[in-house]
């Protein structure tokens, strides 16, 4: 069965992982800290944040609360 992760592109992925990145350098958090903080890997992070693989949505959720950050969903359709 796919999840909502499977319908999300590339790019916008990649995207993501970015704002991720700029929001835990924001809060002067480092890739261990919040590793620790969210009891996440330093590597499911740094994948989450380089736009590596398919998005980790439950390491996401810990990441936008932690970082006290919403999301903006705009659904478009594409063609692959």
């Keep these: 069965m796919k999840d909502l ?3 999300i592109s590339p790019e916008n992925r990649i ?3 970015e704002s991720m990145h700029w929001a835990r350098n924001e809060r002067r958090l ?3 800290e919040t590793a620790k903080k969210t009891k996440s ?3 499911s992070i740094d994948a ?3 736009g590596r693989g398919q998005l980790d949505l439950p390491l996401a959720c ?3 609360e932690l970082y006290k950050e919403k ?3 705009n ?3 594409y063609n692959d």
């Design 75 to 77: 659904v478009e359709s």
């Design 5 to 7: 992760s499977d319908y």
């Design 71 to 73: 999301v903006f969903i």
């Design 30 to 32: 480092s890739i261990e």
């Design 62 to 64: 810990k990441l936008l």
């Design 15 to 17: 995207k993501f992982g």
């Design 48 to 50: 989450l944040e380089t």
């Design 41 to 43: 890997s330093i590597e």
